[in-house]
């Protein structure tokens, strides 16, 4: 699922905080045997500073409380791909394999776009329903269950940069669909109510709905 989630002067923020971090080679943070044949980038890891700052805005978001309801969420590494670098396909862990005490479980991951001006770099799923490709601009992010396969193609022109993160959910990914076109016809309710004199009929149904939505988070959240 593809959002809209920092404006320019969030994303000012966090790309300020990294800049001029010293980057390794992203070949390091890979498990897989095939790392240096699959992976070409620089990357490195997010502060806890920014990690909470980017949970912050993150769950400040209606839709990602009311989709997803997040827990154990992590902002864990900033990449960077410049001309010619990738990253294949592979499978993001499960669990955390980083000082977390308890390990962290996750069950989503997500990528968050920093800039703009790059050619190629899309983020590409494979679903069961084949291939969908991504170009994630600044601000934008891309929310995906962790067992899909996902690649970042070649980039051509420019820098890529963004951050990678994870967090567990209760929720399902059919489940998080379900709610997701919920809240798309929360939001429509909403619109109505505002362009319309005679609201009366809105307000009943954009009721009905959040009590429906309530209860499914609350129930599939448990």
């Not at 905080?17 to 498990?31: E, I, S, Y």
């Not at 294949?88 to 996750?106: A, E, G, N, V």
């Not at 567990?168 to 059919?174: A, H, L, N, R, V």
């Not at 004199?197 to 009943?204: P, V």
Request: with cysteine; net charge negative; charged share 25%.
């Amino acid at each position: 699922m593809f959002y809209k989630i920092f404006d320019d002067k969030q994303v000012k923020h966090i790309s300020d905080a990294l800049f001029n971090k010293p980057l390794v080679d992203g070949k390091h943070t890979q498990q897989l045997s095939n790392a240096y044949e699959i992976k070409e980038n620089k990357e490195h890891p997010v502060p806890s500073d920014i990690n909470d700052y980017i949970q912050d805005v993150f769950l400040s978001k209606r839709f990602v409380k009311h989709i997803f309801a997040p827990t154990n969420f992590t902002a864990r590494i900033y990449n960077q791909y410049v001309t010619n670098d990738f990253y294949d396909y592979h499978i993001d862990p499960f669990k955390s394999t980083l000082s977390d005490s308890p390990p962290m479980q996750f069950n989503y991951g997500f990528t968050i776009g920093l800039t703009d001006d790059y050619e190629g770099g899309e983020f590409v799923l494979q679903t069961e329903s084949g291939e969908i490709g991504y170009k994630v601009g600044k601000g934008e992010a891309v929310i995906f269950p962790i067992i899909y396969p996902h690649k970042v193609v070649p980039v051509t022109k420019g820098c890529r940069q963004n951050i990678i993160g994870w967090f567990e959910s209760k929720i399902t990914y059919e489940q998080s669909y379900i709610l997701k076109h919920l809240e798309e016809v929360l939001s429509i309710h909403l619109d109505l109510i505002k362009s319309n004199k005679d609201q009366d009929l809105f307000k009943d149904l954009l009721t009905k709905s959040i009590l429906i939505q309530s209860y499914l988070v609350n129930k599939w959240s448990l």
